[in-house]
């Protein structure tokens, strides 16, 4: 964040390349959701100061790694088997992935892909407001490009069914 304000790009290059040496392949799954949360998000900074393709494919790998440590290790498991502070933790670090892999979808016209995402964190929680709202937001971009008004009705409903799940909460 230091690095960011400062709109050090070199310095978050730098710390990025740190983390990237020391990929805790031995510590336990929420650790390394987040740290591979982390190297996205530090991507996605770099990339808001220095657009490139290559930072936007290693951000949208790393959401990825994050998601898919929820997705084979903590999903899969016994719930009574983990604490119940530990896997709402997962599941809290795996819902910003999704939202913010919707995101990235999203600014790259990747709407179906961006649906996918809020959509699979609204799955996780429908409380989570930030993915239900930016659901609702890219339904309602995505109908205007449909070919039939039934289509386009459908995905607009759609957006005002998650637009009002987000009102909720």
């Known amino acids: 964040d230091e690095h960011f304000a400062k709109r050090n790009i070199r310095g978050i ?5 740190e983390a990237e040496k020391e990929v ?3 510590a336990n799954p929420i650790f390394r959701m987040q ?8 991507y996605a900074d770099v990339r808001t100061l220095e657009p490139s393709d290559s930072h936007l494919e290693k951000e949208i790998l790393n959401y990825r790694k994050a998601i ?4 084979m290790e903590i999903s899969t498991s016994d719930e009574d088997v983990l604490d119940k502070d530990v896997y709402s933790l997962a599941q809290l670090i795996a819902m910003k992935s999704y939202c913010n892999l919707g995101n990235t979808s999203g600014e790259t016209n990747r709407y179906i892909a961006a649906i996918g995402s809020y959509y699979n964190a ?18 309602f971009q ?8 039934e289509a386009e009705q459908y995905f ?3 957006a005002y069914h998650y ?3 987000a009102e909720q909460y």
């Open 13 to 17: 290059k730098d710390c990025i390349r």
């Open 163 to 165: 637009f009002k799940l």
């Open 68 to 71: 898919d440590i929820f997705e």
């Open 122 to 139: 609204v799955c996780i929680s429908d409380a989570f407001s930030m993915a239900s709202l930016n659901l609702s937001s890219t339904l």
């Open 142 to 149: 995505f109908a205007i490009f449909q070919i039939t008004p």
């Open 156 to 158: 607009t409903h759609a």
């Open 35 to 42: 740290f591979y949360y982390d190297i996205a998000l530090a």
């Open 24 to 26: 805790p392949l031995e």
